[in-house]
């Protein structure tokens, strides 16, 4: 069976389950504690100006969306009954990228782990490489879990590492199981465990 654990985490993971195509473990810091405060990204400055334009945008473009044969995509207008609707192509440029962190800090150490950015980790991220890294971002406690708590990650892949290899024609093969299609991340407090974060990422 093939690994499926990514590089990132592997140090950090314990009790580890695996499936065929999914993995589960829980979260343990260097220091060999196992409760951390969980931290999530803040939108910046430019992802809010981008967000409020394309809000703007699908407001003005109303009616719905639709694709050609080329797979071009088009929103359209509502007009009044038909008459004075408008259509615009959405290009990719239009579309706001939204920087996802999250990441444990270990109370005992203060070490730092991150748990995923969809700017490095997860399929869409391997093959659109996005050119962002180096924004500047704030941090803030996650509003479910403001407390120390153990953490447990679950991940699901659903290519074959076959089928990766031949949709990247070989390329970041190093990289297959870091490119998953979704990750659920969960705090446990008390035996409690609650879903605190999840992101497809294909």
């Known amino acids: 069976m093939i690994d499926i654990m990514p590089n990132y985490l592997n140090k950090f993971a314990y009790d580890i389950q695996k499936g065929p195509q999914s993995i589960s473990f829980m979260i343990k810091c260097e220091c060999n504690k196992k409760e951390f405060f969980l931290l999530e ?10 967000r409020e334009e394309f809000d703007k945008l699908t407001k003005e473009y109303d009616g719905g969306a639709y694709s050609d044969e080329n ?11 038909g008459i004075g609707r408008k259509k615009i192509q959405l290009q990719d440029s239009f579309i706001p990228f939204q920087i996802k962190v999250i990441k444990a800090i270990c109370p005992h150490c203060g070490r730092e782990i991150i748990l995923f950015d969809n700017r490095l980790y997860g399929y869409d991220a391997i093959v659109d490489q996005p050119n962002n890294l180096l924004a500047d971002l704030k941090f803030s406690a996650v509003k ?3 407390n120390p708590c153990e953490i447990f990650v679950k991940i699901r892949n659903d290519l074959s590492i076959e089928e990766y290899i031949e949709t990247m024609k070989g390329a970041f093969t190093e990289r297959y199981a870091e490119a998953f299609s979704d990750i659920s991340i969960y705090s446990i407090v008390n035996g409690r465990k609650k879903l605190i974060f999840e992101e497809e990422t294909a």
């Open 41 to 50: 990204n803040e939108e910046t400055i430019e992802e809010k100006v981008k």
């Open 71 to 81: 797979g071009n995509i088009f929103l359209y207008s509502k007009g009044f009954l």
């Open 144 to 146: 479910a879990n403001r």
